[in-house]
């Protein structure tokens, strides 16, 4: 019995300990290394209901029976009984608190050198192309030519749930691999690890590929996806603003055109970016414009398009002041643009927190 509340404490003591330490994640100038196998996580009973109510019983018992510990001490008369209940409760309920624990790696909490750059975008593509197509698919689907003879499914990588791993998570698995829960520790991978083929920039490019692509897909499903994904960064040149990268541009509502210059009246504060589909030709904006000037803002914008960069001509991205892509529409498609420019100014989107769906770019 004691020992079985003395387990109870102290996993009580290590959930809140690893609350604290997932909410105070350092940021872009430390790299971090998770020296536990498992992190706190809301991701679990964020997803489902049962999980969610099971939670909240457990918490208000183990709340209530503190509480009748605590007075059970001052009258000295109830505790015995209140040291009893304490017990039963934390017996009880205690294991529900593995609902709040995820699996953790070394690499959970690095944050991509990348910054989710044009470039980094369009050199996980053509490493996709070549790595990962056989078992995912050519559209990330999970349905290459060599998915059929594995056992388990490679994972559909444009479903919402890789909106739920951290940069550093998907690093682990790129670098070493993902164990096979069915042959036991050290048994064998299902998907095999690529530190030996793809060097490191490669493997934080293929994450940025795979969750660019991952937007477009979803943007596509539901024109009002609103999972924070930031617009490529790169370089840009300006005609009247003082910003020379993408960063330069927070603060405004931004429309960028793939392949085209043409434009309606917008709402007062926005800036238009012309994303040249080929290298840029040193060709200045307009005034009051800005056009993005790396050779790969072609190719990252076409995969955010979810086209061949020839078919992705006119593509319209809206981008709001804190950075976040907002909506992607292709050409010809219904657009009350100056509405949707007014609607992402009124309310853009605040970087969510929470352990595991945190992205730092
Ligand atoms: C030999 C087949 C195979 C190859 C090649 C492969 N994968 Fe996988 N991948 C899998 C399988 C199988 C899973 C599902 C594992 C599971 O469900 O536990 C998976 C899972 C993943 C996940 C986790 C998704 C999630 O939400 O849980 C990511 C990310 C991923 N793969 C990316 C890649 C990338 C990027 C490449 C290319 C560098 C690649 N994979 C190559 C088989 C493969």
């Given at each position: 019995m004691a020992s079985a509340l003395a387990e109870a404490l102290i996993g009580l003591t290590i959930v809140t300990a690893a609350a604290f330490l997932a909410s105070a994640v350092p940021g872009i100038h430390q790299q971090p290394v998770w020296p536990f196998s498992w992190q706190f996580t809301l991701a679990t009973v964020g997803e489902d209901a049962d999980f969610r109510r099971e939670m909240l019983v457990s918490v208000a018992l183990i709340a209530v029976s503190v509480l009748f510990m605590a007075v059970g001490l001052l009258l000295r008369r109830f505790r015995w009984m209140a040291l009893i209940l304490l017990i039963a409760a934390a017996v009880w309920r205690g294991p529900s608190f593995g609902l709040l624990i995820a699996e953790a790696y070394p690499t959970s909490f690095l944050t991509s050198p990348s910054g989710f750059s044009a470039g980094s975008i369009a050199r996980g593509q053509t490493l996709f192309a070549r790595y990962c197509v056989a078992c995912h698919g050519p559209n990330g689907e999970g349905n290459g030519p060599a998915a059929a003879a594995l056992r388990i499914r490679p994972a559909d990588l444009t479903q919402p749930h890789i909106w739920g791993h951290t940069d550093g998570e998907m690093f682990w698995w790129l670098t070493h691999g993902i164990?096979?829960?069915?042959?036991?520790?050290?048994?064998?991978?299902?998907?095999?690890?690529?530190?030996?083929?793809?060097?490191?920039?490669?493997?934080?490019?293929?994450?940025?590929?795979?969750?660019a692509h991952s937007a477009a897909v979803s943007f596509e499903r539901d024109p009002a996806f609103d999972t924070p994904v930031p617009a490529p960064s790169g370089p840009i040149a300006c005609n009247g603003l003082p910003a020379a990268a993408m960063s330069g541009l927070h603060g405004h509502a931004v429309l960028a055109i793939l392949g085209a210059t043409e434009r309606e009246r917008l709402p007062a504060g926005t800036v238009v970016l012309a994303v040249p589909n080929e290298a840029w030709s040193a060709t200045p904006p307009e005034a009051g414009a800005c056009v993005a000037t790396g050779v790969a803002a072609g190719d990252a914008y076409a995969i955010l398009a979810g086209l061949p960069p020839d078919q992705a001509t006119g593509t319209t991205f809206l981008i709001d002041a804190n950075g976040w892509l907002r909506s992607v529409r292709?050409?010809?498609a219904a657009n009350d643009l100056a509405a949707a420019i007014r609607a992402i100014q009124a309310h853009p989107l605040e970087q969510r927190h929470g352990a595991s769906h945190e992205h730092h770019y």
């Open positions: 164990d096979d829960p069915g042959a036991g520790p050290g048994g064998g991978l299902v998907m095999p690890g690529f530190q030996a083929a793809i060097p490191d920039e490669g493997r934080w490019a293929l994450i940025d590929y795979v969750r292709h050409p010809g």
